[in-house]
Nanobody, 128 residues
């Protein structure tokens, strides 16, 4: 069964760093577009980063540009979100998602970057 499982969340002080992992099973992640989202308490879900394999383009939200990066490990079938210079406003549940149609067309398009498979999320809390 297609599945995405996030891990790596926790409590970190302002200015600190975390690396989140998204482990995929049931499909080969490297062939598909993948995105990271977050939802802060009392706020709507926000797209953070999206990586489109087919055209090699990465889309980054203004709120995390220069601080967050996305990467892939083909051998482990895992995608990572490296988060640096974390601030209290980065506190949120972070989700990874993929578009299973993006192997044959460009990914990261449309509402929610066109994602149709989602993980259950991991909580990141930034507080002193």
């Amino acid at each position: 069964q297609v599945q995405l499982v996030e891990s790596g969340g926790g409590l970190v002080q302002p200015g600190g760093s975390l690396r989140l992992s998204c482990a995929a099973s049931g499909f080969t992640l490297d062939y598909y577009a993948i995105a990271w989202f977050r939802q802060a308490p009392g706020k709507e879900r926000e797209g953070v980063l999206c990586s489109s394999t087919s055209d090699g383009i990465t889309y980054t939200s203004d709120s995390v540009k220069g601080r967050f990066t996305i990467s892939r490990d083909k051998a482990k079938n895992t995608v990572y979100l490296q988060m640096n210079s974390l601030q209290p406003e980065d506190t949120a549940v972070y989700y990874c998602a993929t578009d299973l149609g993006s192997w044959y067309r460009p990914g990261c398009r449309g509402h929610n970057y066109g994602m149709d498979n989602w993980g259950k999320g991991t909580l990141v809390t930034v507080s002193s």
